[in-house]
């Protein structure tokens, strides 16, 4: 049997046609560029957030350049393959031949291919959300006790109010680190041998605490910061009659040693323990 479409001669409206498909493809490889370029900037864009709050990077803001990067290229081999596709067609219609110019493969890899990039990156914005609100608990854990009349000194001592007596204040501490299966590995009572030289000064005793589990890994990453480790709160009696808790602020260490947000955690409940034998 005879190709029905032999002797089919290509109109005008034809090729007019042809050539609006080419330039819609045209316009979506000019969109799949411009959103790999917003997609690529969003790692600068975490950069400069974690730079207004004073923290490190995600490492996970890396993978915004990826997806930015595939988007880019994506948009370069459609705009490629659609001038090689609109060739094709011009040669096709050329010859009366209209089944040799209908082809779906490129509408459809797009679409697939943008549907699997779509869900890669909604799965990105999760984890960076989830990386997020982690980190955020841990400033608003490290930041809970400055609420309460604290004084924070340029050296990283951060300071503050207790109601009461220095002995309550130690008792409260004590019970918290036990209640939390913290070790307890000092309380030196400065106070109480100044006292056996024949000194007097004002109530003052130090803790020094922690765990294995949580300092381990600090001292393998920054193996300087055993200086400061375990951690200590020092509980203080003025002149005047007032007591204060002192303690060595998280954020001052992790900078002071190098140590990664991920790794903060780990000294950020002293705040905490502070703030609550404080109340």
């Known amino acids: 049997m005879d190709n029905p479409h032999a002797s089919y001669k290509a109109a ?21 560029m411009g959103f790999g370029f917003v997609v690529a900037r969003f790692g600068l864009f975490l950069q400069q957030l974690a730079a207004i709050e004073h923290t490190r990077t995600q490492r996970s803001s890396g993978l915004s350049l990826w997806f930015g990067t595939a988007l880019i290229a994506a948009g370069v081999l459609v705009n490629l393959a659609s001038a ?16 040799g110019v209908r082809s779906v493969a490129q509408a459809v890899a797009t679409a697939v291919f943008l549907g699997l990039v779509g869900i890669a990156m909604a799965v990105y914005l999760l984890s960076v959300r989830e990386s997020t609100t982690s980190h955020s608990e841990i400033r608003k854990e490290i930041t809970m006790a400055t609420a309460v009349n604290p004084t924070a000194t340029n050296n990283g001592i951060v300071t503050l109010s207790s109601k009461h007596s220095v002995d309550e204040t130690v008792a409260t501490l004590t019970g918290i680190l036990q209640s ?44 300087s910061i055993a200086i400061d480790l375990p951690l200590k709160i020092l509980v203080s009696q003025d002149a ?33 323990l502070a703030a609550k034998a404080g109340e």
Not at 14 to 32: N, Q
Not at 252 to 269: D, F, K, M, P
């Open 240 to 272: 005047q009659g007032k007591v204060w808790i002192s303690y060595n602020s998280p954020e001052y260490l992790a900078q002071r040693h190098g140590l990664s947000r991920e790794l903060l955690q780990n000294i950020a409940v002293v705040g905490t």
């Open 12 to 32: 005008v409206a034809d090729y007019l046609a042809a050539e609006r498909t080419l330039l819609a493809w045209v316009r979506t490889g000019l969109a799949l």
């Open 84 to 99: 090689v596709r609109h060739v094709r067609m011009m040669r096709e219609l050329d010859r009366g031949n209209v089944t």
């Open 180 to 223: 939390k299966g913290v070790t307890l590995f000092a309380l030196v009572d400065h106070s109480g041998e100044a006292e056996k030289v024949g000194m007097k000064m004002p109530p003052t005793k130090l803790l020094i605490f922690g765990t294995p589990k949580a300092g381990t890994p600090l001292m393998l990453a920054a193996p």
